[in-house]
């Protein structure tokens, strides 16, 4: 089943990062076409939709284990790359928002690896 945009107020279906969407296990983004080219500055965000990545990473609090030990004073406020969408239960299909958590590129890393994320999705076939 195809997800829906993960960002607020908005009910479009994702679009595919990797393979097609007639494939049998295509590999999803978190938002919508739509809100992908916002993301970059190609236009404006619908009405009323607003970004979930806010660009701080929530495990300043250490809910993962770990202190998140990311300086953003040094990282430009317009630098895009800044965090990422986790998904939590490691499902990047599972796009509800209690699912979800933004991180930096460095925590995001570190928890996948410890929780073995990345393992299902890589080694599947999109043939």
């Excluded at 284990?65 to 239960?89: E, V, Y």
């Amino acid at each position: 089943m195809r997800p829906i945009c993960c960002n607020y107020n908005c009910e479009k279906p994702v679009t595919v990062q990797t393979g097609r969407i007639a494939d049998k296990l295509p590999r999803w983004r978190p938002v919508c076409g739509h809100c992908q080219g916002a993301s970059y500055g190609k236009h404006p965000y619908a009405k009323d939709v607003v970004p979930f990545v806010t660009g701080i990473c929530s495990n300043k609090d250490s809910h993962l284990g770990f202190k998140c030990w990311t300086n953003f004073k040094k990282i430009p406020k317009d630098f895009k790359g800044r965090t990422q969408i986790d998904h939590i239960d490691g499902n990047p299909s599972n796009n509800l928002l209690d699912n979800l958590d933004e991180l930096c590129v460095a925590c995001h890393s570190y928890k996948g690896q410890r929780n073995g994320d990345y393992n299902g999705w890589r080694s599947r076939s999109n043939k």
